[in-house]
């Protein structure tokens, strides 16, 4: 291949009279990027940052900062607007932003303007909602006239309320909304002059605004009265006068917006309108979906022929003119489709083009949704053009939205971890547009709003990786700008050394077990686990209210009892259905009273088999407790298999009930779920943790142990981690699917063995019997860690470790940015420090008899001296 590269580059330098030597230069840098780049694909990310930062500092680093940028995360520069955030839109014009905080009558709405020299803000409007005028100038807001009078009559009508009691927070919901709802004003703000107006929406429940027109003199407001049985309707409100009803009053609207001058919204399941609000003209057609061009005169939707799917494109600037179709697909299309707000932009499975001549359809070949391109002719014939296919992937393709006529946005993956991908419809070359420009953490997309212009993208996410917390950021991609050469330089270097790093601590951690640990991973073996997942698959639906759950319990109870175990079946009833959980457990030698679990499900959703959720988490758990017979570690370990997963967490919730009534000290928790589905060549999967601690062992573990890549995020909700987490805290990890939930087979009938990869299944079972084994060995994270001032020093105390063989403490002290820059080792639980800076961090763990340190730092921090802080950890 080489020999005819070069032969071919001979040719090429004759016909154009380029140096060969120049020519051939460039072939051997492209062939070192193609290098670094299988280097990555691999996961061998240390070598391949090594080649990239070589090659980037070459004479040829110029021409490889485009591929090695979107390798490596974003192409285009990001800026984060807020930490919090959500419902984000554009004004017409593209020179102003919104998006909103918090929820009901706490929200807040923010308006920033885009210049050419940053983003500066514009105001702050208390309530949600809001719209811009055409013109950028007006805004206008659903918000509260009287706020202190509504939350004294909120206190009067909530006392005696606990915060947590549900039940009587849902009784009084409706009450409390109508609260609400009496206080509401609609407010509009003229941006230049600042002068500020309230209305008064009389007898409504305001759902939002559709539109602020140039006069301002009418609103158009989506709303449901307040009395009687009423239905959601369109309204126009006039100041000084009541709310009139513009929409036919026995229809129902739902997701109106605007196109133009005419107001779109749903009539019913498969039905819409077109009303125009001046005239209140109202023409109704079968079909769903419907979306309009960005100047309102195209409108498409989707709808049914007989045995086909239809998308059909209706010319609003045609007075009485008829939808025409333009497009005809004889598989499933996409019926879903949401707004953040009225004005934000539809998320759903059909887009037009900025100029209503190209259209993007989500529809569904196979097993997962794709993204087709229809090119509407000047004059559709009603027969329909030939789709072409955008996107060729496993993983779902969704969400389509046009940035121009040869751009188109869309979202790869499952609703909890979707990224945008930019499509350029003229050379079909496809980006990934959002990134957090570290190696391992995933990056959360839940919203999009392009710019008019396409230039610039909001989005929605949690950039970090931690779904954990309630916030989640709004971030600016400036798709008009790329990141430098030396911006470049830079994030590589921080990506090796964060690299380096954790290949460092997984060497110091491991060390003095390494050998042991080897030993029982070695012993893993695909041909049993295949063996298991056969026997379980074959049983069908594994869910509490089929037979095979039952089937599946004697299932494991009987290949425990073959390894040695004397198993215990944790029955419970639950929804008139006797199940239970399996548990093996491995006693410790050493400090038997502290326990590890490690937990999988395994049961399945009622109409899927479950090959991948979860029988290869159960068979991975299974092997795991093949290879660890009759080698007890330090602490106790018990290897739990899950029932009800799919009905409510009942299993893990059952388990974590009797522990805690026990008195049982869970020191951590492995949960692992949907480990064996890979959507392409690589080995990859993704630790979700509460606790940074057992995320690095984890990624430890992989590194010495695997040849699996873990990526990370700290994600718990949904899973059987939720249970451990709620009754003890962050002491979470485990591995589930990478991306999270790509599978398009998840809870579907052909979740089948045959897209299982069962040597995944394997890495997934040594990674996690490593893991296990490390932290049953190790000290267990301290707590009552506090800290105060005393005669000019910081003096340290916390409770002595639960582990009986525990010999000394690290102790390790530093501002923020450096928390480990002293450390110490003492030997008992109380240490004085001195050159502790105010503001600054101290960190303890314990050190056993055989030199392995505690897995996770407890941690507090430092205030000002006579200060007390909080004690964490």
């Known amino acids: 291949m080489r020999f005819l590269l070069v032969r071919i580059l001979t040719m090429a330098c004759g016909l154009m009279m380029i140096p060969f030597e120049a020519v051939r230069g460039q072939a051997s840098v492209q062939e070192a990027f193609l290098e670094a780049w299988a280097a990555w694909r691999e996961g061998r990310f240390l ?13 040829e680093g110029g021409s490889l900062r485009r591929e090695i940028a979107l390798l490596t995360g974003e192409l285009h520069p990001t800026e984060e607007l ?119 929406a009389g007898g409504l429940r305001v759902q939002g605004i559709l539109a602020l027109p140039p006069s301002g003199e009418d609103l158009y407001l989506w709303a449901t009265p307040l009395e009687g049985e009423g239905v959601a309707g369109l309204y126009r409100l006039r100041r000084g006068e009541h709310p009139v009803l513009i929409s036919p009053p026995s229809t129902p609207v739902s997701d109106p917006f605007m196109a133009g001058d005419r107001v779109v919204y749903g009539t019913g399941r498969g039905t819409f309108a077109v009303q125009d609000p001046v005239g209140e003209g109202v023409r109704q057609y079968r079909g769903w979906s419907p979306v309009a061009s960005r100047e309102g005169r195209w409108l498409a939707f989707l709808a049914e022929e007989g045995s086909e799917g239809t998308v059909n494109l209706l010319d609003l600037g045609t007075p009485g003119g008829e939808p025409q179709v333009v497009g005809r697909f004889s598989m499933p299309l996409s019926r879903s489709g949401s707004r953040a707000c009225p004005t934000c932009p539809s998320l759903g499975g059909l887009a037009l083009s900025p100029g209503g001549r190209r259209i993007a359809v989500q529809a569904m070949p196979r097993e997962d949704w794709e993204i087709f391109l229809l090119e509407i002719p000047p004059q559709p014939t009603g027969e329909g053009g030939t789709p072409l296919q955008v996107t060729r992937e496993i993983q779902h393709d969704l969400y389509p939205l046009f940035l121009t006529e040869a751009t188109l946005l869309a979202m790869k993956g499952e609703a909890r971890h979707r990224r945008a991908h930019l499509y350029d419809l003229r050379t079909g070359q496809v980006r990934h547009l959002f990134h957090n420009n570290t190696v391992r953490t995933l990056a959360f997309e839940y919203e999009w709003a392009p710019s008019p212009d396409g230039r610039k993208l909001l989005v929605v996410a949690d950039r970090d990786g931690n779904t954990i917390s309630p916030e989640r950021g709004v971030y600016l991609v400036h798709l008009d700008r790329e990141v430098s050469q030396q911006e470049l330089r830079v994030r590589l270097a921080r990506q ?60 494991l109870e009987e290949r425990l009892r073959e390894f040695g175990y004397e198993p215990e079946l944790q029955w419970f009833e639950t929804r008139g259905v006797r199940t239970a959980n399996v548990i093996a457990r491995l006693p410790g030698t050493v400090s038997p009273d502290v326990v590890y679990t490690v937990g999988t499900h395994f049961d399945s959703a009622p109409v899927s088999p479950g090959a991948d959720d979860n029988t290869s988490g159960t068979v991975g758990l299974l092997e795991m407790a093949r290879v660890l017979a009759g080698r007890p570690l330090p602490a106790t370990v018990e290897i739990v298999f899950f029932t009800g997963e799919e009905s409510g967490l009942l299993g893990s919730r059952e388990y974590v009930r009797r522990a805690f009534a026990e008195g049982k000290k869970i020191a951590g928790v492995l949960n692992n779920d949907m480990v064996g589905f890979a959507e392409d060549h690589r080995l990859d999967n993704t630790i979700r943790f509460s606790n940074k601690g057992i995320r690095d062992l984890q990624h430890g573990a992989a590194l010495l142990f695997s040849e699996m890549t873990l990526y990370d995020a700290e994600y718990y909700r949904g899973t059987d981690a939720a249970a451990f987490y709620e009754a003890f805290g962050d002491i979470v990890g485990g591995i589930g699917s990478y991306p999270i939930l790509a599978s398009p087979h998840y809870h579907q009938s052909h979740d089948v063995l045959e897209t299982i990869n069962h040597r995944l299944v394997a890495e997934v079972a040594r990674v996690t019997t490593a893991s296990a084994m490390l932290l049953a060995s190790s000290p267990s994270r301290l707590t009552g860690l506090e800290a ?86």
């Open 47 to 59: 070598s391949a940052l090594e080649l990239l930062e070589n090659l980037l500092s070459g004479p």
């Open 82 to 200: 807020s930490p919090d955030g959500r419902a984000v839109r554009w004004s017409p014009d593209g020179t102003l932003l919104a998006f909103e905080k918090g929820t009901g009558a706490d929200a807040v709405t923010h308006v920033l303007r885009l210049t050419s020299d940053g983003v500066t803000p514009v105001g702050v409007m208390e309530g949600q909602g809001l719209v811009f005028s055409p013109d950028g100038r007006r805004v206008a807001w659903v918000g509260m006239e009287d706020r202190g009078s509504w939350e004294a009559a909120r206190s009067r009508l909530l006392a005696g309320v606990a915060a947590d009691d549900r039940a009587a927070l849902a009784r009084l919901r409706p009450e409390l909304e109508r609260l609400e709802a009496e206080h509401q004003r609609v407010k509009v703000r003229d941006l230049v002059s600042g002068e500020e107006r309230s209305w008064v």
């Open 496 to 555: 090796r050394e964060s690299e380096r790093k954790l290949l460092a601590e997984a060497e110091r951690a491991y060390g003095p077990i390494r050998e042991e640990v080897r030993d029982r991973v070695a012993r893993i073996s695909i041909p049993r686990l295949f063996r298991y997942q056969e026997d379980l698959f074959r049983m069908g639906s594994k869910n509490i209210t089929q037979p095979g759950n039952a089937k599946a319990i004697a299932y």
């Open 788 to 873: 105060r001032w005393e005669d000019g020093r910081v003096v340290v105390r916390w409770n002595p470790s639960p582990e009986s063989d525990v010999v000394s403490y690290r102790v390790a002290w530093g501002p923020q940015g450096n928390p480990f820059e002293h450390t110490t080792l003492v030997r008992e639980p109380r240490a004085a420090l001195e050159q502790v800076p105010p503001g600054g961090v101290v960190s303890v763990r314990a050190v056993n008899r055989r030199g392995l340190e505690g897995w996770d730092w407890a941690r507090v921090p430092v205030g000002g001296q006579g200060s007390w802080p909080s004690p964490e950890g």
